[in-house]
T-cell receptor, first 110, second 116 residues
Framework: RKEVEQDPGPFNVPEGATVAFNCTYS??????FFWYRQDCRKEPKLLMS???SGNEDGRFTAQLNRASQYISLLIRDSKLSDSATYLC???????????FGAGTILRVKS | DAGVTQSPTHLIKTRGQHVTLRCSPI?????VSWYQQVLGQGPQFIFQ???????GRGNFPDRFSARQFPNYSSELNVNALLLGDSALYLC???????????????FGEGSRLTVL
């Protein structure tokens, strides 16, 4: 079983749509969680941190459910510029690395 | 301010050759990590160095090695290249070392290695 699992998509949505991505992780001792964004043939960049209490940044909301070992990302009012691969990231207890999921592809169309 | 810089950006090698990839972290960052990203997959951890010491090693064979220099730049070496080593090699720098992981890594644009 992979440490971090995501639906690869692609998710094809129209502009203005709301889209949600999910991610599960296998190690219950994992200490912290993030979403990274990666544009085509570019490097990954931190999008936002994920907390049990939820984290909102503009149109983006991230949520962590430790009991279910489940992480989510909600994007409201999708823009063309949101088209990218969204990587779910977990920091294991040893803390010296990031463990990435394979990514979920989002395509926003006009 | 310069971000993380990597060289070369693209390279083609043949099986059995070796390769050296180079990385300069953001000024002030003492931690450098290396990740391998195969097409269609997320980055996979190879090494982390902090203050010139290896702080973590991923599940890669001994053909992969790295080091960090006194100026915090780093090299990744891969010997006896295999076709399966074809990937984007990402270097990332951060302020954090081991226990104070904020999760934010700043990645370079990567070195795209093709092994023929």
């Amino acid at each position: 079983r992979k440490e971090v699992e995501q639906d690869p998509g692609p998710f094809n949505v129209p502009e203005g749509a709301t889209v949600a991505f999910n991610c599960t992780y296998s190690n219950s001792a994992s200490q912290s969680f993030f979403w990274y964004r990666q544009d085509c043939r570019k490097e990954p960049k931190l999008l936002m941190s994920v907390y049990s209490s939820g984290n909102e940044d503009g149109r983006f909301t991230a949520q962590l459910n430790r009991a279910s070992q489940y992480i989510s990302l909600l994007i409201r009012d999708s823009k063309l510029s949101d088209s990218a691969t969204y990587l779910c990231v977990v920091v294991p207890v040893e803390g010296n690395k990031l463990v990435f999921g394979a990514g979920t592809i989002l395509r926003v169309k006009s | 301010d310069a971000g993380v810089t990597q060289s070369p950006t693209h390279l083609i090698k043949t099986r059995g050759q070796h390769v050296t990839l180079r990385c300069s972290p953001i000024s002030g960052h003492k931690s450098v990590s290396w990740y391998q990203q195969v097409l269609g997959q997320g980055p996979q951890f190879i090494f982390q160095y902090y203050e010139k010491e290896e702080r973590g090693r991923g599940n890669f064979p001994d053909r992969f090695s790295a080091r960090q220099f006194p100026n915090y730049s780093s090299e990744l070496n891969v010997n006896a290249l295999l076709l399966g080593d074809s990937a984007l090699y990402l270097c990332a720098s951060s302020l954090w070392g081991h226990t104070e992981n904020t999760g934010e890594l700043f990645f370079g644009e990567g070195s795209r290695l093709t092994v023929l």
